[in-house]
């Protein structure tokens, strides 16, 4: 853990001496690298935060308990990464435990490319166009482009 404290700290000088606002968000991946240890992962976070990081960020959190336990013992926002299946919360589940910032990883562009492989399966397999009927209208599609 030392190497990553003294990477962020090196990294927080960097981002203060930048002739613009830089946001340094730290992570913590314990989660996503089958540390399943919440005690290492929020140590982790606070040594970050003591080391200059703006936002802590602990991916892979296994339920809101640990999600509140995070925010609880941090003072500096918590963001969360929706997109793991059983893993991803409401936003007001997400702001009661204390999450003050929500990213949204691949989830919008893998639930896009779900549309798209489910209309391209229904037309290979079934030789039918029902996706037409819950498509987005071609002048809303237009509108957000503009």
Same mark, same amino acid.
Request: glycine share 6%; with cysteine; net charge positive.
């Given at each position: 853990m030392?190497?990553?404290? /003294?990477?962020?700290?090196?990294?927080?000088?960097?981002?203060?001496?930048l002739?613009?606002?830089?946001?340094?968000?730290?992570?913590?991946?314990?989660f996503?690298?089958?540390?399943?240890?919440?005690?290492?992962?929020?140590?982790?976070?606070?040594?970050?935060?003591?080391?200059?990081?703006?936002?802590?960020?602990?991916?892979?959190?296994?339920?809101?308990?640990?999600?509140?336990?995070?925010?609880?013992?941090?003072s500096?926002?918590?963001?969360? #990464?929706?997109?793991?299946? +059983?893993k991803?919360?409401?936003?007001?589940a997400?702001?009661?435990?204390?999450?003050?910032?929500?990213?949204?990883?691949?989830?919008?562009?893998?639930?896009? #490319?779900? +549309?798209?492989?489910?209309?391209?399966? /229904?037309?290979?397999?079934?030789?039918?166009?029902g996706?037409?009927?819950?498509?987005?209208?071609?002048?809303?599609?237009?509108?957000?482009? /503009?």
């Amino acid at each position: 853990m030392k190497l990553a404290v /003294e990477r962020i700290a090196a990294a927080s000088r960097a981002a203060r001496a930048l002739p613009f606002p830089f946001v340094l968000t730290a992570r913590a991946e314990n989660f996503l690298r089958s540390r399943l240890d919440l005690s290492d992962t929020i140590a982790r976070l606070q040594a970050y935060e003591a080391a200059g990081a703006d936002v802590l960020f602990a991916p892979g959190l296994p339920d809101l308990n640990a999600v509140r336990e995070v925010c609880s013992a941090v003072s500096k926002p918590v963001n969360f #990464m929706v997109g793991i299946k +059983g893993k991803s919360f409401t936003v007001t589940a997400l702001e009661s435990v204390g999450v003050r910032r929500i990213s949204l990883a691949t989830s919008l562009y893998r639930a896009a #490319m779900t +549309g798209l492989f489910d209309a391209a399966s /229904e037309v290979k397999e079934r030789g039918s166009f029902g996706y037409l009927e819950h498509s987005l209208p071609q002048q809303t599609l237009a509108a957000c482009l /503009e």
